[in-house]
């Protein structure tokens, strides 16, 4: 028995092999660019880990993001809404990168 | 201006020789067509109040509207990928019905 469950184990395992893989190199106009949305989308969790991996890294003024997943509908989902995600920083930087500080109050 | 193009690559077991996609020439907009809401509820009437703000004519602006068109390329790339996939595996089935005489839902 003991043996059965191993073998099933061990299949397991080579069936959730992260062998899907797509890296997406996004160049930003600077490395400080790059770095906050490096920063911002690293912070969200990876949900299903034994699923899905994602890695981001900031070179220069390039976000690097790795993608590896065990089938092309998992990293589908994961890469459609990272790449949302990035859309919106991008909008954001765009809006205030470079702006003068304002401090907001909160209405009374 | 300069020019931000983002690239992707694609590998896996099917795929071993690196797929590589870009934006390609445009127009490109933000207005991907795989990232609108469903063409029904459009069609009903429907409205896309997430729908983004028109790309601007700057460098972040540019890359926004070639991310998009990216994105686009990435989804269909991947959805043609699995309808491949169930394919080969829905004539893998009709074959060793065919070839072996079993019916994969008898008991």
């Given at each position: 028995?003991?043996?059965?469950?191993?073998k099933?184990?061990?299949l397991?395992?080579?069936q959730?092999a992260?062998?899907?893989?797509?890296?997406?190199?996004?160049?930003?106009?600077?490395?400080k660019q790059?770095?906050?949305?490096?920063?911002?989308?690293?912070?969200?969790?990876?949900?299903?880990?034994?699923e899905?991996?994602?890695?981001?890294?900031a070179?220069?003024?390039?976000?690097?993001?790795?993608?590896?997943g065990v089938?092309?509908?998992v990293i589908r989902?994961?890469?459609?809404?990272?790449?949302d995600?990035?859309?919106?920083?991008?909008?954001?930087?765009?809006?205030?990168?470079?702006?003068?500080?304002t401090?907001?109050?909160?209405?009374? | 201006?300069?020019?931000?193009?983002?690239?992707?690559?694609?590998t896996?077991?099917?795929?071993?020789?690196?797929?590589?996609?870009?934006?390609?020439?445009?127009?490109?907009?933000?207005?991907?067509?795989?990232?609108?809401?469903?063409?029904?509820?459009l069609?009903?009437?429907g409205?896309?109040?997430?729908?983004?703000?028109?790309?601007?004519?700057?460098?972040l602006?540019n890359?926004?509207?070639?991310?998009?068109?990216?994105?686009?390329?990435?989804n269909?790339f991947?959805?043609?990928?699995?309808?491949?996939?169930?394919?080969?595996?829905?004539?893998?089935?009709?074959?060793?019905?065919?070839?072996?005489g079993?019916?994969?839902?008898?008991?």
């Open positions: 028995m003991p043996i059965i469950l191993l099933t184990e061990h397991l395992l080579r959730m992260l062998d899907h893989i797509v890296t997406i190199q996004i160049p930003f106009e600077t490395e790059a770095s906050i949305a490096r920063n911002s989308i690293a912070a969200d969790p990876v949900l299903k880990k034994n899905i991996s994602v890695e981001f890294i070179e220069g003024n390039v976000l690097q993001c790795k993608f590896a089938s092309d509908r989902v994961a890469i459609s809404n990272c790449i995600n990035i859309k919106t920083v991008i909008e954001t930087i765009e809006e205030f990168d470079g702006q003068k500080d401090l907001f109050k909160k209405d009374s | 201006m300069t020019t931000l193009v983002p690239t992707a690559i694609y896996s077991p099917t795929e071993p020789i690196e797929v590589k996609l870009i934006p390609g020439v445009g127009p490109h907009s933000t207005d991907g067509k795989t990232t609108q809401i469903s063409e029904i509820v069609k009903a009437g409205e896309d109040r997430d729908k983004p703000s028109a790309a601007k004519d700057t460098p602006g890359l926004r509207a070639q991310l998009t068109t990216l994105q686009d390329k990435l269909e991947l959805t043609q990928k699995m309808l491949n996939k169930r394919k080969l595996e829905d004539d893998d089935i009709e074959r060793r019905i065919l070839d072996d079993v019916d994969e839902d008898s008991d």
